[in-house]
């Protein structure tokens, strides 16, 4: 019996990706879990795996379409079966085409929606945590929703679910003039770069962003890096500074609890995270990326440069899971290699504090009144004024710089 | 509560002091809220307590007990001379109920529940008139807590008088057991309060206007039940109109049959027992702007919230099961919700029972409608005829049937018609809120012997395996 798969839910807050490859063709026999096409969702690529063992009989997207939830991706039955519904091959798809009705595949008749399997208990746990079981997949018997499966869908889901904004058909006067004055090469906007920009502009419209600098002396804090990344390479390990500024923000983080915060606006609530899952902002060859260090507190800074290391590399290869996306509480945004004295970073919504690291630079610096060379570099931090006052602001900033300025003052507190 | 002009404030105001209202005003309490909870009175409990599920329950069991001591030759007891002083027995029943409404007083001064007696009427959204004995008061509330109930329907041709034509309250406090009763309506209260006539004594007939007895109930079961019916001399008339009631020396119920033609029911008392209506009339929602259905319920969300911020509605005037259980666990989420708990009704199921003989119950999903929800179903039956316990209860009458999704095994609901098959509800319904399948049920120890074996046996049968009956 032919089968239609749909494009399932990949992950909260996900309405629609963009057909990045196929990997199979019409007439190709697959077997389950074999990889049927590259999906560009949110920040992340992901391979579907088919659900079925059978021929593929049908594609019902084209490379580059943007398809939401539900649509059907691909009908696969056996040999000399033929595709319900419809006839004929691949329809040419521009990429903003909408997809082709759905295909029910016959003799499924669509079950009214079930409810989630999960006790009373576990169902209470869920609205307290605001979790929508409906999202989320049980792994107890027969896919019964445990009350794990709820935290952790609660701690992954902290990420904003970012609401497609259509483009608006008609362009604004402004741009189309612009465009009838010489040469213009058009380029599409990609997926990551829309849901970036919609990120961006969010955050710029929600929080009331406001940036605080400083500079810490980070003299002794290389010397010390140098003689630990000396020591760690030598057993073959991988080391860099990162690590460092993710252990002196996370001490800092937990003085100040604020920073590692959202607020339910709708209740009227302060969330205080007691886990710290600090995300890193990662610049890749197709624009901003955002991976997460899940409890940043537990690991040794050995652990942290590895894991860094592994999520800025895959994340440049777009090969992250969503989850690997999502969940963080505090961002740290690392533009000191690229130059520059300091900028004013925009929050990671829910967040409410995002910390920059810029360039490290020796400078003069005047030292029980003689003129010295030290390391110095600038830090910023930019908060929301909203639920932070600026007096918070600079304590923060000051603890970190404190921390920074004397490592050994960083070690005492891990 | 200050009457006269003086107004008086309080957080929270529960308009109905039923299942649903005391309820909601003690949990309120309980969570630290200044709670007021205005009832009609003249006592608090609501229809379930003074003129519902608690006498009609009493009653029952009393006329149950007459009714087996003098059918149990069989059993080689015979009792001779059986007489029911009614007014004694009702006396029983009014004492139940003034323990019971009692109870919820104590409940409410122990928990500071300020306790009004008087008729409610929104003035606005944040203030309530209330009519006392003493005069008009209003209080201020920051919500308020509409739990005012349901009451009997009337058909147009046939009004309550009191006397001859009653409802449902009246045949719960009668002198005398009726020569004849006519029940109009065969429907849980009905065949109930039918059932306990006929075993006092009554000669009764109900009549149903539509074909069938109690809509929606499982057919099997419904077959069953008419066949007890039957056995108890309960004269069915379905397809039945009932028009008016001519009083004289030949009193009856003037019915329609099925082919037109009139058909006389010789009655000293009708009782109609033809629905339930909301009483969300004369409240003033209308200028507070609540938003009703149709027929005049409230419309509420899953947290109990109408449309307007800061009013909540609880129990059977929100519709769907007129339920006491129903209102309780609705009272809960409101009060939760009130305090600013993430509570939301969200029950898998709400058991129903009707105290007939035997027993008819079910919880969750009939099979009819777990077809329609497009599971591929598996049932299940277990027949009492095969339960020791049954037997020696001289009660083997009646069965379970499990209903099952085909393929993922999961219990989907439960119908029972038996002797006490009420009581198998509560496991039943925990089953299903913990959305448990086949095998957990099946591989639970059931005690024996019970009749609560019975849902275990039922639970094998939809695997193949049961053990005490023949499987097909």
């Keep these: ?414 | 509560m200050v009457v006269g002009s003086v107004s008086r404030g309080c957080q929270v105001v529960v308009i109905g002091a039923g299942p649903g209202g005391y309820v909601a005003a003690l949990r309120l309490a309980q969570l630290g809220k200044d709670v007021i909870l205005v009832d009609k009175g003249p006592r608090l409990g609501g229809v379930c307590l003074n003129v519902g599920c608690i006498p009609s329950k009493a009653l029952i069991h009393a006329a149950d007990l007459s009714w087996e001591v003098q059918h149990a030759a069989a059993m080689g007891l015979s009792v001779e001379g059986v007489s029911i002083d009614l007014p004694k027995l009702v006396a029983w029943k009014d004492g139940i109920v003034e323990r019971l409404t009692g109870g919820i007083d104590f409940l409410c001064s122990k928990n500071g529940v300020e306790v009004v007696y008087g008729t409610a009427r929104f003035a606005s959204d944040r203030s309530l008139s209330v009519s006392t004995e003493d005069g008009q008061g209003e209080v201020e509330f920051q919500q308020a807590v509409i739990a005012t109930g349901s009451e009997a329907m009337q058909l147009p041709g046939l009004r309550f008088d009191g006397r001859r034509v009653v409802g449902s309250s009246e045949v719960l406090s009668l002198n005398e057991v009726p020569d004849r009763l006519a029940v109009i309506g065969a429907g849980y209260i009905g065949l109930e309060l039918g059932t306990v006539y006929a075993k006092l004594g009554s000669k009764v007939t109900v009549v149903e206007f539509l074909p069938e007895i109690v809509p929606g109930l499982d057919r099997d079961v419904a077959k069953a039940l008419q066949r007890q019916l039957k056995k108890l001399g309960v004269k069915l008339l379905l397809e039945h109109r009932a028009e008016s009631f001519v009083d004289g020396d030949e009193p009856a119920l003037v019915t329609t049959g099925p082919d037109g033609a009139e058909v006389r029911v010789p009655a000293d008392l009708v009782m109609m027992s033809v629905g339930r209506v909301p009483r969300s009339r004369d409240l003033g929602l209308e200028t507070i702007g609540v938003a009703t259905d149709d027929k005049g319920f409230i419309t509420v969300d899953d947290r109990q919230r109408t449309n307007v911020p800061g009013i909540y509605a609880i129990g059977d005037v929100t519709g769907g099961a007129l339920l006491a259980h129903k209102a309780y666990q609705e009272a809960k989420v409101a009060a939760e919700v009130i305090a600013g708990e993430p509570a939301a009704f969200d029950s898998v199921a709400i058991p129903a029972v009707i105290y007939t003989d035997p027993e008819v119950a079910w919880t969750g999903m009939t099979e009819r409608e777990a077809q329609d929800a497009g599971h591929a179903v598996r049932t299940g039956t277990f027949s009492f005829k095969a339960s020791g316990r049954a037997m020696t209860l001289d009660a083997t009458d009646g069965f379970i049937k499990v209903i099952a999704d085909a393929e993922s095994r999961q219990l989907l609901g439960v119908t029972a018609v038996g002797r006490g098959v009420s009581e198998l509800m509560g496991e039943a319904t925990l089953a299903l809120e913990m959305g448990a399948f086949l095998e957990d049920v099946g591989l639970t120890i059931h005690p024996h012997p019970t009749m609560s074996e019975a849902f275990q046996e039922a639970i094998e049968a939809a695997l193949g395996k049961a053990v005490h009956q023949v499987n097909t």
């Design chain 1, 1 to 414: 019996m032919a089968y239609t798969f749909n494009f399932p839910d990949v992950g909260e807050g996900i309405h629609e990706g963009r057909v990045v490859e196929w990997l199979v063709s019409a007439g190709d026999s697959v077997s389950e879990d074999q990889p049927l096409l590259k999906v560009e969702t949110d920040k992340a690529v992901v391979e579907l795996p088919s659900p079925k063992a059978g021929m593929v009989l049908e594609l019902h997207a084209t490379s580059d379409a943007t398809i939401e939830v539900g649509d059907p991706l691909v009908t696969i039955g056996q040999t000399g079966e033929t595709t319900p519904a419809t006839a004929g091959g691949v329809r040419p798809a521009p990429s903003t085409l909408r997809l082709a009705p759905k295909v029910e595949a016959p003799g499924s008749a669509p079950v009214a929606a079930r409810r989630p399997l999960a006790t009373p208990r576990t169902r209470a746990r869920a609205r307290e945590l605001g979790v929508d079981l409906t999202a989320v997949r049980g792994s107890g018997p027969g896919g019964r929703i445990t009350d794990d499966d709820v935290k952790r869908a609660s701690t992954t889901s902290n990420a904003p679910a970012v609401e497609p904004v259509r483009q608006p058909r008609t362009m604004p006067a402004a741009v189309a003039e612009t465009i009838a004055d010489g040469e213009v090469e058009r380029v599409p906007v990609s997926h990551l770069r829309k849901v970036i920009a919609n990120a961006m502009r969010t955050s710029k419209q929600t929080s009331a962003h406001v940036t605080h600098v400083d500079e810490a002396d980070v003299t002794e804090l290389v010397e010390h890096y140098r003689t630990v990344k000396a020591a760690v390479e030598a057993e073959g390990g991988r080391f860099t500074l990162l690590p460092f500024f993710v252990k002196a923000l996370v001490t800092v983080l937990k003085r100040y609890p604020i920073f590692n915060a959202s607020v339910d606006e709708e209740r009227q609530e302060i969330l205080l995270k007691k886990t710290y899952n600090i995300g890193i902002a990662v610049d890749t060859p197709d624009g901003l990326i955002v991976p997460v260090i899940r409890n940043a507190d537990r690991k040794d800074m050995v652990e942290l440069a590895a894991e860094i290391g592994d999520l800025a590399d895959r994340a440049r290869l777009r090969q992250l899971r969503l989850d690997e996306l999502r969940g963080g509480t505090c961002t740290i945004t690392n533009i000191g290699p690229l130059g520059g004295i300091f900028a004013t970073p925009i929050i990671n919504q829910p967040e409410l504090a995002i910390v920059g690291l810029h360039r490290i630079q020796e400078r003069p610096v005047v030292i029980d009144g003689e003129v010295a060379v030290r390391k110095m570099m600038y830090l910023s931090v930019s908060f929301d004024h909203r639920w932070i006052d600026g007096a918070d602001g600079a304590r923060f900033m000051s603890d970190l710089v404190r921390l920074l300025s004397k490592p050994g003052l960083l070690m005492a507190r891990l």
